[in-house]
């Protein structure tokens, strides 16, 4: 079964707080999604192997220790996980960045699947499926089956916000995926949004609504 981390860091808490506020602006809340991506990257990356190499400091020489060589991706779901990329890439610079695109029918709640655009060497990467919301779970049930057909073996999930269905449901589908979120919320209503949640993600990222 894949574990469920709650980032519940004090920094990211306070500003997922101003993510849920309705009144918080479009700007604001980019920036803020931003910000905690960046946050939730330095949790999720806390167990990267290192290895000692060997350096000149101005004044001796010292054994100290980089992180090995891992081949990182990054899996954005469109449109709503593009919001979190650049915040993570803030951290690991050298990931590599493949986009599945993916929108919830409203009426059906079934996820469709309308682009995917992955590096070359992806199954060779441990790959961050990226999206701020965890409803469902049927996108990142889809978007994660999208990897595994590619061969894709090392994958974790994030979310800023998830439902326990969400969790439940990719757990039960993948139980080879960890996931990482800032909040676990109370339930799904009858439109499958997440309550307490922050409404919706694309919509408020970008200011389509
Ligand atoms: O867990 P689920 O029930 O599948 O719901 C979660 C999905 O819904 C939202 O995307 P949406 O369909 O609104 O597309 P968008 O990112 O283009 O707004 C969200 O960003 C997730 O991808
Ligand atoms: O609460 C929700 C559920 C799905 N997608 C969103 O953007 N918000
Ligand atoms: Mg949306």
Redesign the pocket.
């Known amino acids: 079964m894949g574990k469920l981390i709650v980032c519940d860091h004090p920094l990211i808490q306070h500003k997922l707080t101003f993510i849920r506020d309705m009144r918080t602006s479009t700007k604001e809340f980019r920036e803020l999604v931003d910000e905690v991506a960046t946050l939730m990257a330095y949790e999720i990356t806390r167990n990267l192997p290192l290895q000692t190499i060997t350096v000149q400091t101005p004044v001796a020489e010292t054994e100290t220790q980089v992180i090995s060589g891992r081949m990182l991706g990054l899996v954005p779901i469109l449109r709503?996980g593009l919001g979190m990329v650049d915040g993570v890439l803030k951290l690991i610079p050298g990931a590599k960045v493949g986009h599945v695109g993916l929108f919830?029918d409203p009426e059906t709640l079934q996820p469709v699947e309308y682009y995917t655009k992955l590096p070359t060497d992806v199954q060779e990467r441990e790959l961050i499926v990226i999206d701020?919301?965890l409803?469902t779970g049927g996108s990142a049930i889809a978007a994660i089956d999208v990897l595994k057909k590619r061969g894709c073996s090392q994958i974790k999930m994030m979310n800023l916000i998830a439902a326990p269905e969400g969790v439940k449901a990719v757990q039960e589908a993948h139980p080879d995926v960890d996931i990482y979120v800032a909040a676990l919320d109370s339930h799904l209503n009858d439109h499958?949004?997440?309550i307490p949640?922050l409404?919706?993600?694309?919509d408020r990222l970008y200011g389509t609504k």
């Open positions: 709503a919830r701020p919301m409803a499958g949004y997440i949640g409404g919706d993600a694309g």
